[in-house]
């Protein structure tokens, strides 16, 4: 069992419940999914019957009234053994369930948040557009009141659990007002069943190929007014606090990928022979496989902290900013590390490593690039 001050038994058999759930069901066939490029509805309803959708919700909605740092352990779990699964998990539990149960009125929470706690409906965030990336506001999407309806028009660009089967809906930021040459942002939920919701899957990602991640299209999409998320205008204000819970899901990810890299690379390490003795015991090695333990430490450290003053109701946004800003940069180098250990075995396609190393590389960019988050910590500490 792992022993840390930010953990309980609770945590810790959550862990143990989570593990081998993903290495019975998932590591099987985590490789083939990613071969396929193929997202599978049916190992997404297994996670959800697992109990992995919802869990930090009270059970009035569906939920188990767990932490975040479930949560937290739940995807660094699954990353462990898979990027894609986790980052289904992850962003429908802190990008899709997060801004309706932390903004919703208490009638949008009862209508959106149960159907989403089983895992045959995934809900998405749609902040991104083509000429919307780190600028987050320069979003075109339009939403216009109209007798009592919104009518938006426009489009999103890399939307995770958007694009597929189960997608459900999303939270969709766009502009509902234009007043002296300034854009009023404000969110709206809206079902991919309404008329003109146009989805399109993206494929031929170099990582999380078995993860669902779409494109949007609205032509002038209408739902009701009581739609709207939140307050209107303050759609961007309520998109970046989202973000800041989601980046502990994506240190979570880096957490658990480098944990499952630094494993298969130590194993390989002490299989492998070359001068007649496992290559462990050239120092060289054993300082690579040192150096990986230690960073996956201080990792683990700086991200459970953060997640522990989300919890404890303190300010977490710098912490949950250098959290995603170190894990996602461990992941690259311990994945780096790992596939240095394996030699040409970790270049071929055959390898879990070669997809560790794969999956690494969107860790850097999605939620906040490492340079946006090195603005955002800038600010934190009094810089421009
Ligand atoms: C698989 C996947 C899943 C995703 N899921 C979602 C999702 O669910 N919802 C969603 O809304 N989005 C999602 N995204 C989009 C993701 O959040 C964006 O890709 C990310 O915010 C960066 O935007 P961009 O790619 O347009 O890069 P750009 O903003 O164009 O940045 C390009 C480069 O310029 C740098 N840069 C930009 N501005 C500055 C600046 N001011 N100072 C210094 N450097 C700067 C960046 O750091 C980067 O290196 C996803 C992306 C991927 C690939």
């Known amino acids: 069992m792992m022993i840390t001050p930010f953990t309980t038994e609770k945590h810790e058999a959550l862990r143990q419940h989570v593990r081998m ?18 997202f599978s509805p049916e190992l997404t309803k297994k996670m959800g019957e697992a109990g992995f959708f919802g869990q930090y ?13 479930s949560l937290v352990i739940t995807v660094e779990e699954i990353a462990r053994v898979d990027g894609s699964q986790a980052s289904t998990v992850a962003s429908h539990n802190s990008l ?5 149960y932390y903004f919703g009125t208490e009638e949008q929470k009862q209508q959106f948040l149960p159907p989403l706690t089983k895992g045959d409906k995934l809900w998405a965030f749609a902040l991104t557009e083509t000429n919307a990336g780190s600028d987050s506001r320069g979003t075109e999407t339009r939403a216009n009141l109209e007798s009592n309806q919104w009518v938006i028009n426009g489009s999103k660009i890399f939307i995770s659990n958007a694009g597929g089967p189960l997608a ?14 300034k854009n009023e942002l404000s969110i709206i939920l809206i079902n991919t069943n309404e008329p003109g919701f146009e989805r399109e899957r993206i494929a031929n990602k170099m990582m999380w190929r078995s993860a669902d991640t779409g494109k949007l299209k609205f032509t002038n999409v209408t739902v009701p007014e009581k739609n709207l998320l939140g307050e209107r205008g303050k759609g961007s204000k309520m998109m970046l606090q989202t973000l800041d819970s989601g980046r502990l899901t994506i240190g979570a990810m880096g957490l658990g990928l480098a944990q499952g890299a630094y494993e298969m690379a130590m194993d390989y390490a002490h299989k492998r022979e070359q001068f007649g003795q496992p290559i462990a015991n050239f120092q060289v090695i054993a300082f690579k496989l040192a150096d990986m333990a230690t960073k996956i430490e201080l990792a683990r ?32 180098e311990v994945a780096d590390e790992a596939v240095q250990i394996h030699g040409a075995y970790g270049l071929v396609q055959d390898s879990d490593i070669e997809r560790f190393y794969r999956d690494q590389r969107i860790l850097q960019i999605g939620e906040g690039t490492s340079e946006i988050l090195k603005l955002v910590i800038g600010r934190h500490i009094g810089l421009k």
């Open 21 to 38: 759930f993903a290495e019975t069901e998932i590591r099987p066939i985590a490789h083939k999914l990613d071969k396929e490029e193929r």
């Open 57 to 69: 919700l009270p059970e009035k909605y569906g939920g188990q009234g767990l932490d975040y740092l």
């Open 96 to 100: 899709g369930i997060g801004p309706i």
């Open 168 to 181: 459900a809906g999303a939270t969709v930021q766009a502009i509902t007002k234009e007043e002296n040459g």
């Open 301 to 332: 450290n700086t991200l459970y902290n953060a997640v522990w003053r989300k919890d404890n109701g303190k300010p977490f946004g710098k912490e949950a900013a250098m959290a995603k800003l170190y894990c996602s940069e461990v992941a690259k």
